[in-house]
C-alpha cells in the first residue's frame, strides 16, 4: 500500500492526469549528459518524479530508477516501465538506503523542498562521486505574438497566484543555495510542435491557475483563449521552445552538510 506523506506543499496532485498529459517532455541528451558524470550507472534517484517522466528518461542511462513523489496521485498517473520503481515518499525522507544512488535527479521540484533536510538526505543516499542535478525550465516561446500574450497572463492575470517559491525558478535557479561542487552545464531546450489545444490544456497545470480557480470560481485560462486563437492562426501547430536551467554538482558525501539559508 501507498503511504503519502501528510505534511508537503501539495500544488498539483488535483491535475495529476492532466500534468502527465500537458508537460513538456525532457531530451534524452540531456540525461545522456547527466549519466556520463558519474562512475557508476546503477542507481538513480528521481526525487519528486511527477508523472515520471525524468525518471523514464533516466531509464535509458540506469540499471534502475528510484522515482519518489510526495502526492500518491501523482504516483498513479506515473508512466510504467521496467527499470523504474515508484515509491510515495517526501523529499526530505526518502526511505532509500543509505549509499545507494550514483545520481540524484530534480526536475521542476526542488523550489518547493525544505533544502536543508533535503540536501541532507541527498548525502546520506549517495555514493561517492555522485552526482545532484536540479533542473527545470523557463517560459516557452512561440513567436512574438504568442509570447506577449503569455507574457501578460504570466505576470498580470495569475501573477499574484504564483506561489512564492516561484521565484527561485524566474531567477532560473542561479540564487538557488547549493552547497556543492558545482559543474559547468550545458545550454539545452525542449522543443515541442504542439497544437493550440495543447497549449491551453499545458496553461491550466500551472499552479497560479490552480490557486486563480480557487479564489475566484473561474478559470484564467478562458481570459486569453480567445487572443491566443487569434494569435495562432490557422497553422495546425506551433513550435513551442523552453529554456533548461539547471544546477549540477558532486556531493561528496563524506562532507558535511552546513546550513545553508
Same mark, same amino acid.
Given at each position: 500500500?501507498?503511504?503519502?506523506?501528510?505534511?508537503?506543499?501539495?500544488?498539483?496532485?488535483?491535475?495529476? %492526469?492532466?500534468?502527465?498529459?500537458?508537460?513538456?517532455? +525532457?531530451?534524452?541528451?540531456?540525461?545522456? &549528459?547527466?549519466?556520463?558524470?558519474?562512475?557508476?550507472?546503477?542507481?538513480? &534517484? =528521481?526525487? #519528486?518524479?511527477?508523472?515520471? *517522466?525524468?525518471?523514464?528518461?533516466?531509464?535509458?542511462?540506469?540499471?534502475?530508477?528510484? #522515482? /519518489?513523489?510526495?502526492?500518491?496521485? *501523482? $504516483?498513479?498517473?506515473?508512466?510504467?516501465?521496467?527499470?523504474?520503481?515508484?515509491?510515495?515518499?517526501?523529499?526530505?525522507?526518502?526511505?532509500?538506503?543509505?549509499?545507494?544512488?550514483?545520481?540524484?535527479?530534480?526536475?521542476?521540484?526542488?523550489?518547493?523542498?525544505?533544502?536543508?533536510?533535503?540536501?541532507?538526505?541527498?548525502?546520506?543516499?549517495?555514493?561517492?562521486?555522485?552526482?545532484?542535478?536540479?533542473?527545470? +525550465?523557463?517560459?516557452? %516561446?512561440?513567436?512574438?505574438? $504568442?509570447?506577449?500574450?503569455?507574457?501578460?497572463?504570466?505576470?498580470?492575470?495569475?501573477?499574484? +497566484?504564483?506561489?512564492? *517559491?516561484?521565484?527561485?525558478?524566474?531567477?532560473?535557479?542561479?540564487?538557488?543555495?547549493?552547497?556543492?561542487? %558545482?559543474?559547468? #552545464?550545458?545550454?539545452? !531546450?525542449? *522543443?515541442?510542435?504542439? /497544437?493550440? %489545444?495543447?497549449?491551453?490544456?499545458?496553461?491550466? /497545470? &500551472?499552479?497560479?491557475?490552480?490557486?486563480?480557480?480557487?479564489? /475566484?470560481? !473561474? =478559470?484564467?485560462?478562458? $481570459?486569453?483563449? #480567445? =487572443?491566443?486563437?487569434? @494569435?495562432?492562426?490557422? @497553422?495546425?501547430?506551433?513550435?513551442?521552445? &523552453?529554456?533548461?536551467?539547471?544546477?549540477?554538482?558532486?556531493?561528496?558525501?563524506?562532507?558535511?552538510?552546513?546550513?545553508?539559508?
Amino acid at each position: 500500500m501507498l503511504e503519502a506523506h501528510p505534511i508537503f506543499q501539495d500544488h498539483f496532485s488535483d491535475r495529476a %492526469e492532466r500534468y502527465a498529459r500537458y508537460r513538456p517532455v +525532457y531530451p534524452p541528451p540531456f540525461f545522456r &549528459w547527466l549519466a556520463s558524470l558519474v562512475v557508476r550507472r546503477d542507481t538513480a &534517484w =528521481d526525487c #519528486a518524479t511527477g508523472n515520471g *517522466q525524468a525518471a523514464v528518461g533516466l531509464a535509458a542511462f540506469f540499471d534502475r530508477v528510484m #522515482a /519518489t513523489d510526495a502526492s500518491e496521485e *501523482q $504516483i498513479r498517473y506515473a508512466q510504467l516501465h521496467d527499470r523504474v520503481r515508484y515509491r510515495v515518499a517526501p523529499a526530505e525522507s526518502c526511505g532509500l538506503p543509505d549509499r545507494s544512488v550514483d545520481l540524484v535527479s530534480v526536475a521542476a521540484g526542488i523550489h518547493w523542498f525544505d533544502f536543508d533536510a533535503f540536501y541532507c538526505e541527498v548525502h546520506r543516499v549517495t555514493r561517492p562521486g555522485a552526482v545532484l542535478a536540479a533542473y527545470a +525550465y523557463d517560459l516557452f %516561446e512561440a513567436g512574438p505574438d $504568442i509570447d506577449r500574450i503569455i507574457a501578460h497572463f504570466y505576470t498580470k492575470v495569475v501573477g499574484p +497566484y504564483w506561489p512564492k *517559491q516561484r521565484a527561485w525558478v524566474e531567477e532560473r535557479y542561479r540564487t538557488l543555495p547549493f552547497p556543492f561542487q %558545482e559543474l559547468a #552545464a550545458p545550454e539545452l !531546450t525542449m *522543443q515541442h510542435d504542439w /497544437t493550440l %489545444e495543447r497549449l491551453i490544456g499545458y496553461l491550466g /497545470t &500551472w499552479s497560479s491557475v490552480r490557486k486563480y480557480r480557487e479564489a /475566484t470560481g !473561474t =478559470d484564467p485560462v478562458e $481570459i486569453v483563449r #480567445a =487572443d491566443l486563437a487569434l @494569435a495562432w492562426g490557422t @497553422a495546425p501547430t506551433r513550435r513551442l521552445v &523552453w529554456p533548461l536551467f539547471m544546477r549540477v554538482g558532486y556531493v561528496h558525501p563524506d562532507n558535511e552538510v552546513k546550513h545553508v539559508i
